[in-house]
């Protein structure tokens, strides 16, 4: 995995993934890659970026809900509202 930050063209702060092909096939295989962010320097945001794989959007979320409780905020992209 490639990991690095940089600034867009509104010289917004952003972190960049690049993974592998055994990184897929690591998620493939049902093990999660974390990304801890304080290694990344002085982002805008503190905590992990927790990557995963699912065939479905079924399996995403049956392979996510260990990670789901009481103070999870879901973000649905617009785009796959009905």
Not at 1 to 11: A, E, L
Not at 17 to 28: A, M, Q
Not at 38 to 54: H, K, Q, R
Request: proline share 5%; glycine share 8%; charged share 25%.
């Amino acid at each position: 995995m490639i990991k690095f930050t940089y600034h867009d063209k509104n010289d917004q702060k952003c972190l960049g993934l690049g993974i592998s092909r055994r990184n897929v096939e690591r998620l493939v295989a049902g093990q999660p890659i974390w990304v801890r962010l304080t290694e990344m320097g002085n982002l805008a945001v503190d905590g992990s970026i927790l990557l995963f794989f699912g065939e479905t959007e079924e399996e995403m979320t049956a392979a996510l809900a260990e990670y789901i409780g009481p103070d999870t905020t879901v973000h649905v992209d617009p785009k796959l509202k009905p």
